[in-house]
């Protein structure tokens, strides 16, 4: 990517993000009229064709009492994640922060009349959680110029592109940069077909308001600080730049009435440690409800993975991919930091419990189980193979695993 290395530091140690999704279409929750829309439920005005004047007056309806920003933070932090990305103005247009470009936003146009993008920004720096925005820059579905909206605006010919960016777009931006602190990313999305001269500007834009404000790839034409894969995206082999995958918890990003495939902890597990090991950073979503709140049972899947990220933590958070190893492994994965190597074991070997590890060039001097104090050394038998000038080890593991999730075996490097 472009800016690789400006600003990244912080990115990088991070590992694991809060992706949020709330909007108007969280009241919906992905039902219109007593007919299910096809997912995701943050597309419903979209999929359904739902014309303006009737999705607006959802806003009316909208007073997500319950919404609170110190406990939507703290639960982020509380499963271990360092940064959230919040929906600022997803392709629907409605701005679910205050904003003086439009009425067609949270604080004027709804009962609730609070800003809670202020909230959570305020939030976020109490708590030390990175805070940082999304901004749904080329599709927005109220403004008349604005790109995706063909059923209220079907005339193309009548579109100029150009003055959506000029009075929506670098406006909000403008607030967005100036009037909440710092922001970690400006997460932007879908840029299709968005000429090359809009996307530079915008990406000019926030630089030159917060120099140090992370902009994503999906700013287009390669002019984002790093890769966002494609949604729920994971490469099987290490990137050459920094990269991210934005992940859904269930199926939808918004709240959806009724989507009930939630991703098991021990299958979030697998992908975080999947994609720290090849480089990348875990965006994991939340879509809390019409009244503010994020669903149980995601809070449970979530508390489930903070408690393991307690006590395995280090094994995460900084790590890079560990180098020298290109092979595809059944029983789990690595993750490096500094002179240590950590083994996720997902899959617990049959007898004789063991796993065989090759293609390491340095000696293991040390290897114990992460989540023993005591460092209780675990027996590597390593062998030279000088022909291939490296290790072979034979890590000799106890009958059963000491976590149910996943077993961290640090292996200190000499
Ligand atoms: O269209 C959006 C979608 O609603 C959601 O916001 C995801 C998150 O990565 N991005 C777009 C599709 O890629």
């Known amino acids: 990517m472009i800016n690789a290395g400006k600003n990244m ?139 995706g909206n063909t059923w209220d605006f079907p005339d193309e010919d009548k579109k100029d592109f150009g003055r959506y960016i000029e009075e929506r777009v670098k406006p909000q931006l403008h607030e967005l940069l100036t009037n909440y602190g710092p922001v970690g990313i400006m997460w932007f999305d879908t840029p299709y077909e968005m000429p090359k001269k809009y996307c530079e500007e915008i990406a000019d834009f926030v630089r030159g308001i917060q120099p140090q404000c992370l902009i994503n790839s999906r700013i287009g034409y390669g002019l984002g600080d790093y890769r966002s894969m494609g949604d729920n995206s994971i490469p099987v082999a290490s990137y050459p730049h920094d990269w991210e995958t934005p992940m859904t918890l269930n199926d939808s990003w918004g709240f ?66 560990a180098p020298d190893f290109p092979y595809v492994l059944n029983w789990g994965g690595f993750t490096a930091r500094e002179n240590r190597l950590y083994m996720h074991v997902f899959q617990w070997p049959e007898s004789p419990y063991e796993i065989l590890v090759y293609t390491f060039k340095t000696k293991v001097k040390n290897a114990y189980f992460l989540s023993d104090k005591s460092k209780t050394p675990i027996k590597v038998l390593q062998t030279y193979e000088s022909g291939r000038d490296e290790y072979r080890m034979r890590v000799l593991l106890p009958e059963k695993p000491i976590d149910s999730l996943d077993t961290v075996i640090v292996l200190e490097l000499e």
């Not at 904003?99 to 708590?127: H, M, Q, W």
Request: aromatic share 14%.
């Open 9 to 147: 530091d912080w990115w990088r140690k991070a590992r694991f993000g809060m992706f949020i999704h709330w909007g108007l279409y969280s009241l919906a929750g992905g039902w219109w009229e007593g007919r299910e829309v096809p997912f995701p439920s943050e597309w419903i005005m979209k999929n359904g064709k739902i014309p303006l004047k009737d999705y607006k007056k959802q806003a009316g309806l909208f007073n997500p009492i319950k919404f609170d920003a110190r406990e939507w933070v703290k639960i982020a932090k509380q499963t271990g994640m360092k940064y959230i990305v919040v929906t600022a103005k997803h392709h629907d247009g409605f701005a679910m922060y205050h904003t003086k470009v439009s009425p067609y936003n949270i604080a004027d146009a709804t009962p609730f009349g609070r800003d809670p993008i202020r909230e959570l920004a305020e939030a976020c720096r109490a708590e030390g959680v990175v805070f940082c925005i999304y901004y749904s820059q080329m599709q927005d579905w109220e403004h008349p110029d604005g790109a």
């Open 256 to 321: 959806k009435e009724g989507d009930d495939n939630w991703k098991l902890p021990e299958t979030l597990l697998r992908m975080l440690v999947d994609i720290n090991g090849n480089g990348g950073n875990f965006l994991l979503n939340v879509g809390p409800d019409a009244l503010g709140v994020i669903p149980d049972r995601c809070v449970k899947i979530l508390k489930t993975l903070g408690d393991w990220l307690k006590v395995n933590g280090e094994s995460i958070y900084e790590t890079t991919p």
